[in-house]
């Protein structure tokens, strides 16, 4: 004899939960690395620090970046003389070594939605 089982479906409602959730934690993930590269940044007027920005795109993809025109060769210049405690790569230093711990922040936010 056959059995019938009827069972509720929650696939979609949980797939826009864990999206959701993805999308927090990259962003939560973006402004710990960001607050990170604000640490380090060079700075002389405040100019460059305050130009850091988060953006952030609908396929989980996200960029932390600075905003001025002299930001790019402020990076790249190694001989550049900073304070102590700011660098160059002041962006990409802080992301490598921080990129487990933003990956921890993600994680952390979808966690909590399952």
Do not use: C
């Amino acid at each position: 004899m056959a059995k019938y089982y009827n069972f509720d479906w929650f696939g979609n409602d949980v797939r826009k939960k864990i999206n959701s959730a993805a999308h927090r934690g990259v962003v939560k993930g973006l402004e710990f690395i960001k607050q990170e590269s604000v640490k380090v940044v060079p700075k002389d007027t405040g100019l460059l620090e305050k130009s850091a920005n988060i953006a952030f795109n609908n396929e989980m993809q996200g960029v932390v970046f600075y905003d001025t025109p002299y930001a790019i060769r402020q990076h790249e210049e190694l001989d550049f003389r900073h304070a102590e405690g700011r660098i160059a790569k002041y962006l990409e230093l802080p992301f490598q070594q921080n990129q487990e711990k933003a990956l921890q922040i993600i994680q952390r936010e979808i966690k909590r939605e399952t």
